[in-house]
């Protein structure tokens, strides 16, 4: 088992920048790779951004490439989300998420490869 808890959502102009913290506890966390989705109201939960175990492989949807950074620091058993330059649309509830992957690369993109998910962080971009 492992519990995840974010932090660092608000309320932000166009393009300003928040970063989003998600700390875990529980089993070692080096083991998960973790990733970030977000949920609008009304529409479908949708990935954001995944790193993999070892830090080194991450993955990003189309939409928020080049403006958000996924990282992760080990030893503080924490994975972060900088989001830059952001847009009305990229308000949402986001969720950080861990899977259980033996591959140290892989950085999963899919909902269901993943296995513990935190209660989500209120993100709100205004115009």
């Known amino acids: 088992q492992v519990q995840l808890v974010e932090s660092g959502g608000g309320l932000v102009q166009a393009g300003g920048s928040l970063r989003l913290s998600c700390a875990a506890s529980g089993r070692t966390f080096s083991i998960y790779a973790m990733g970030w989705f977000r949920q609008a109201p009304g529409k479908e939960r949708e990935f954001v951004a995944a790193i993999s175990r070892n830090g080194r492989t991450t993955y990003y949807a189309d939409s928020v490439k080049g403006r958000f950074t996924i990282s992760r620091d080990n030893a503080k058993n924490t994975v972060y989300l900088q989001m830059n330059s952001l847009k009305p649309e990229d308000t949402a509830v986001y969720y950080c998420?861990?899977?259980?992957?033996?591959?140290?690369?892989?950085?999963?993109?899919?909902?269901?490869?993943?296995?513990?998910w935190g209660q989500g962080t209120q993100v709100t971009v205004s115009s």
């Open positions: 998420a861990a899977g259980s992957v033996t591959n140290i690369w892989y950085s999963p993109r899919g909902l269901n490869e993943y296995d513990y």
